[in-house]
């Protein structure tokens, strides 16, 4: 089997480069032949990701940049979406039924949840003061050409 192929961006955290990282993902995927359906989830939950980062990761003024891999295997693509922010407790933050949440706290909780539903696998991880890595897996249909 050989080795998978990589894709990487960076991209400044700031909301009008998330259409570079929609249009990447875009192409990616239809060259691994994921269906119409399968691309348009991809491109929710990267975008979702990516917005998480920009909203949660840095401060109002700070000059972040947010790193994006794909990992092309045989049969799934692999997402990850890091950056070097603040980080958070996730344990924590991703509880959006918590009565004392912040709305910047429920909405993260949301994004999350959105992204575990549109994917196969999502696992997030966070270290205060360090920042935060996203990865994502989409299978191959078995229907797809």
Known sequence: MPSPQ????????SAEFISVVRLA??????????????????????SEACTNAIQHAYQADAKGQI????ILH????EMIVQDHGKGFNTTENIKAEK???????FGLGLGLVFIQSLMDEAEI????????????????????A
């Open 6 to 13: 990589r894709v990487q961006l960076s991209i400044p955290a």
């Open 25 to 46: 993902v875009s192409g990616v995927a239809a060259r691994m032949n994921f269906t119409i359906e399968d691309i348009e989830d991809i491109k929710v939950a990267l």
């Open 67 to 70: 790193e994006i891999e794909f």
């Open 74 to 77: 045989d049969a799934s693509l």
């Open 99 to 105: 009565s004392n949440s912040s709305p910047e706290d």
């Open 125 to 144: 991880n966070s270290i205060k003061g360090k920042g935060t890595t996203l990865k994502m897996l989409k299978n191959l249909s078995t229907h797809a």
